[in-house]
């Protein structure tokens, strides 16, 4: 338990009712988050990212469950709370940004609307003041004659404007934490960069914590603070950015960075890959999920789970992993 | 990769133009258009690598399917193996198809889920008649998977038994079956996890060392552009504001679009991204029905004069003394150059 910490995972694991049985998709995790910081969360499909993100909230739809661990959010745990008590919490102290800012958006109610509902909802103002507020948070994030466009529909936004309003919904009731789940991945690259630099500045105003699930290091590497690499559904690994960078210590981390070609830097050459693919979750091997993959897999990798254990003595630095073979 | 530039180009393409119109009503009255390719015009060497870059609605993908005449063209030229296609009825295309074939962007959709792999990657060969004996037929599709890292064995098996990265691999055979000298990759890595990413970009660049293979290769991704072109294109609503060989692009990129591109990208390095400075761009690109006049990305650029507002400016090459130290084949469509 971590004393400082705004948000504390403990021991988390999720599964999914499928066809094909009972899949795990996370798997013991343990992360916390302190206010003001950004961590992300980096991993390919089906690491578990996603999921962990609406573990948090509660938001895992009928086939998922919670099989144990805790979520201790400003000291309480999310998971003992009713249906009714985590309403209360959704949307005003923790608020999530999604991907898909079309399909996250309703269709049918006017995007002033959209971004008033919360505050109506929870700071229990009325309609026109509520509105009042939508207004100055859409100047907020930088949308131009913000007022006059309360009354426009999603479809009128173009995609970066989209997760603009996305984010004015977020911080709404000025949230102490937000969750965004890949936010600008369905956007081009130079509204990518406009609006993860809004969303770091504002929450950096706020003092909020912002965790970012995201599959791009670039991304990982301008914005986060710290980082935790997720692979079959635990983390692998976890560090400050600048360290996780500086000196990768999974065979994952450091064959996930040595895999993307860069923008500087030798062209033309073969990459350096990871071969194989990423597990099932449905037929996760036996021992260290990546030992399939992993070129200094030995024994020990194949039979028991490494845990995570700090590296080089930096307690913040810790990896899960037995160990390259002497 | 680099052969005599006296050489005739493989394709060769000259002020390319799709504009699709707008109608109205139940008349469908056509009120106007969207030029999603205005004037696009650029070579491919044989054996190389050109890349195609920009944003969503750029027009990239629609030039695709220009050059290989999926897509009607509004105007221009277009020049296959020394011969001018721009006119071919459908039936004389069928030859020229053969020589040019593509990757498509999603390994989900752009494979028949009820037909076998064997079938898949063949059925080139059956459309184009080249499947008369069953014998050479299996061995064309063995040989065909293992060319691109699949095992033979697999070929009875169906679409949704492999993942992304093999789907993609099932695509690249198919692409390969008829022998062709031009592979257009629209996307072809941009749906797949960062892992798999690499595999694919090195089997596509084995495949063009053992196979003489030209690429055309549309992405999003400039790193990734980067990695696997010889020259680059940028695209900004549909027309190229900059052509340049990759080592110079990135070097000293031109055009304040491509500046503001790479500026945009972030670098997985911590420690760069904490003193590079971040000089975004304002704004989203316009919407392609109503273009701004002049130079279409005046309204973004943050080194816009007067006359960019007025005069589409054109792409040159070697324009004014800022470009005169470099003997390279640049070109770029920006006022700043003007003389």
């Given amino acids: ?326 | 990769m680099n052969l005599a530039m006296n050489e005739k180009p493989l394709l060769k393409v000259n002020d390319l133009k799709v504009h699709f119109s707008l109608t109205e009503g139940f008349l469908e009255k056509e009120v106007g258009s969207v030029k999603a390719v205005d004037g696009v015009s650029f070579e491919l060497r044989r054996g190389e690598t050109f890349g195609l870059v920009g944003e969503s609605g750029c027009g990239k993908s629609t030039t695709a399917l220009a050059v290989l005449r999926m897509q009607p063209l509004t105007g221009g030229l277009i020049e296959f193996e020394g011969n001018d296609i721009t006119r071919l009825e459908p039936h004389q295309m069928r030859p020229v198809r053969r020589r040019m074939q593509m990757v498509y962007q999603d390994p989900f959709g752009s494979l028949n889920p009820r037909m076998q792999i064997r079938d898949i990657i063949g059925e080139p060969l059956l459309v184009h008649g080249l499947a008369t004996n069953r014998r050479l037929f299996r061995e064309r599709i063995d040989e065909l998977m293992d060319m691109v890292g699949l095992l033979p064995d697999m070929s009875d098996r169906y679409p949704h038994e492999f993942s992304g990265g093999q789907r993609q691999r099932i695509g690249i055979a198919r692409a390969l079956a008829l022998e062709p000298s031009l592979i257009i990759c629209d996307e072809p890595v941009s749906a797949l996890d960062v892992s798999i990413q690499a595999q694919v970009l090195n089997l596509l660049m084995d495949l063009q060392r053992e196979l003489g293979l030209t690429y055309l290769f549309i992405a999003h991704d400039l790193s990734v552009v980067r990695h696997i072109s010889d020259r680059i294109g940028v695209m900004y609503l549909g027309r190229i504001v900059e052509i340049a060989g990759r080592d110079e692009l990135f070097a000293h990129p031109r055009h304040p679009y491509t500046q503001a591109l790479l500026a945009s990208v972030p670098r997985p390095d911590p420690a760069l991204e904490a003193t590079r400075s971040q000089q975004l761009i304002v704004g989203e690109v316009p919407s392609p029905k109503t273009p701004p006049p002049g130079c279409h990305f005046h309204p973004r650029c943050p080194k816009v004069m007067g006359v960019c507002r007025e005069e589409s400016p054109i792409l040159e090459s070697n324009r004014g003394a800022l470009l005169s130290n470099h003997q390279d084949e640049s070109r770029v469509a920006c006022h700043l150059y003007d003389a």
Avoid at chain 1, 38 to 67: F, P
Avoid at chain 1, 101 to 119: D, F, H, W
Avoid at chain 1, 289 to 297: D, G, L, S
């Fill in chain 1, 1 to 326: 338990m971590n004393a400082d910490a705004l948000l504390d995972i403990e021991d988390l694991s999720v599964s999914f009712r499928t066809d094909r049985g009972k899949v795990r998709a996370v798997s013991d995790l343990s992360l916390s988050v302190k206010q003001g910081e950004t961590l992300a969360i980096v991993g390919e499909s089906g690491s578990g990212k996603s999921v962990t993100a609406l573990s948090i909230l509660r938001l895992l739809g009928d086939n998922g469950m919670i099989d144990d661990g805790r979520v201790v959010f400003e000291g309480q745990d999310l998971l003992a709370l009713s249906a009714d008590e985590i309403r209360q919490i959704r949307g005003d102290r923790i608020a999530m940004i999604f991907q898909e800012p079309m399909s996250s958006l309703n269709p049918v109610l006017t995007i002033g609307k959209q971004v008033a509902e919360p505050i109506c909802l929870h700071r229990d103002k009325d309609w026109s003041e509520a509105m009042e507020m939508a207004g100055s948070l859409l100047a907020k994030v930088a949308i131009p004659d913000a007022t006059e466009r309360l009354g426009d529909y999603p479809h009128q936004f173009s995609g970066g404007m989209r997760q603009r309003v996305m984010i004015a919904m977020a911080l709404a009731c000025q949230p102490r934490l937000i969750i965004a789940d890949e936010p600008t991945t369905a956007l081009d690259v130079t509204v990518q960069a406009q609006i993860l630099a809004l969303l770091k500045e504002l929450t950096e105003q706020s003092q909020a914590a912002l965790i970012l699930i995201t599959h791009d290091l670039g991304v990982v590497a301008r914005y986060a603070d710290r980082v935790a690499v997720m692979y079959g559904g635990r983390i692998v690994e976890t560090a400050d950015a600048k360290e996780l960078y500086a000196n990768p210590a999974h065979p994952y981390t450091v064959g996930l960075m040595a895999s993307i070609p860069g923008i500087e830097g030798d062209a033309g050459t073969r990459l350096i890959t990871i071969d194989g693919q990423p597990p099932d979750l449905a037929y996760l091997p036996p021992g260290c999920a990546f030992a399939p993959r992993c070129q200094h897999a030995h024994e020990a990798c194949g039979s028991g789970i490494p845990t995570l254990e700090s590296v080089l003595q930096n307690p913040s630095h810790r990896r899960a992993c037995f160990g390259y073979p002497s």
